[in-house]
């Protein structure tokens, strides 16, 4: 069952990351750049409204029933962003995209939260994140082509729409519902653990960082360094690497060798000191910046393996709401991040969020260095 759900969140992610890096520049298309905070920020709103409900849609319908629904919401909104040419059914149905991604990847991860016993929960963790982000890997290189060779965002929104197909395979012919235990604890109970506390912190830090690498950082390649999608497609491909390569190392390593601090405070430290330059970095190599930017994930793939292993070594799938809080800080930095950019943006140029990440990153080796480790 393990594989199916993996699949799943395969099918999923490749489908949005095809269009990640390009949703931003759709929008401006036709709302105007200096809108498009306002549009995530109406995505990232209705987002938590939908996180909100999950618990309660989840002990009444059920984990598969809901997870079908969610997948079906998916897919009709692409077709609406495929074939639509009024931006009034564009910017709702990328609002509504946005959500059933969040949600969806939520039903997934508390059915492989089913069946995942602890002793595992890194390995599975991380080989979970591990194939979903190889969906992630090779996608923005094949938006940048094919971007580059039709002109045509929709024509992305086409291509995410096809690969999203083997997605609802596995959601009504594959998956076998699962029942949903109920926790002993409420979410207050659960939230007086102080290190529970501090993991959601951090989760929200990473949220923000990948808010204003998803939208912001094309951006600035694109419209203030000048680079073409393709380059932009293969930059971000070879950024994307350690997602791959090293998430279920770590989860391994964090379940057999070591606790998640260590690594979490390292990945920290990495993730501050490599973004920091792109604040003032003008140069137009494509190997600096290929370099650069996959020392920031090497980072980021470290702090997002060790939080999720934490955070499910912590909870059972009885936990509905802790998990579906932790999935609120998704929404929440991209609403946050949403009227920093919107104020910055004012006064500053588009290179000084990434000052800001970097500065947080820092902050946040507080809480990964007062964590208490698992082991």
């Known amino acids: 069952m393990t594989r199916h759900v993996f699949f799943a969140g395969f099918s999923l992610t490749l489908s949005a990351a095809l269009v990640y890096y390009i949703n931003s520049s759709f929008l401006g298309s036709v709302v105007g750049e200096t809108n498009v905070g306002f549009i995530y920020a109406s995505a990232a709103l209705a987002t938590l409204i939908v996180i909100l409900f999950i618990p309660i849609l989840g002990r009444r319908f059920g984990l598969l029933k809901m997870s079908r629904r969610f997948a ?32 969806l990847g939520l039903w997934l991860d508390i059915y492989l939260e089913t069946l995942s016993p602890n002793r595992r929960t890194g390995r599975i963790r991380g080989g979970y994140l591990t194939v979903i982000n190889t969906a992630v890997l090779f996608a923005p290189y094949v938006s940048g082509r094919t971007l580059d060779y039709t002109g045509s965002y929709q024509a992305i929104y086409c291509l995410s729409l096809l690969v999203a197909l083997p997605l609802l395979y596995q959601m009504f012919w594959r998956l076998t519902d699962r029942p949903l235990p109920i926790s002993r604890r409420s979410l207050g109970e659960k939230l007086r653990d102080s290190n529970l506390r501090k993991i959601l912190a951090l989760d ?34 070879i950024m994307l690497l350690p997602f791959v390569l090293i998430e279920y190392p770590l989860g391994w390593l964090a379940d057999r060798k070591f606790g998640e601090k260590e690594i979490l405070s390292l990945g920290l430290i990495v993730a501050a000191l490599a973004t920091l330059p792109i604040a003032f970095l003008t140069t137009k190599s494509i190997a600096l910046w290929a370099g ?10 470290a702090i997002e393996s060790m939080k999720e292993t934490y955070l499910f070594k912590k909870v059972t799938a009885g936990d509905v709401g802790v998990i579906s809080l932790s999935r609120l800080t998704i929404p929440l930095a991209y609403i946050i991040g949403s009227l920093l950019s919107i104020v910055i943006l004012r006064f500053f140029p588009i290179s000084f969020l990434f000052l800001l990440i970097s500065i947080l990153f820092i902050f946040g080796l507080y ?4 964590l208490k480790d698992t082991r």
């Open 72 to 103: 079906l919401i998916f897919i009709f909104s692409l077709i609406a962003l495929a074939t639509s040419q009024t931006a009034v059914v564009q910017i709702s149905s990328f609002i509504i995209f946005y959500a059933s991604i969040v949600g």
């Open 204 to 237: 929200f830090f990473l949220n923000l960082f990948f808010f204003f690498m998803v939208i912001y950082l094309p951006l600035h390649l694109h419209n203030v360094l000048g680079f073409g999608w393709e380059k932009i497609g293969l930059i971000f491909t």
């Open 292 to 301: 650069l930017l996959f020392l920031t994930r090497v980072g980021a793939s």
């Open 367 to 370: 809480f990964s260095l007062t």
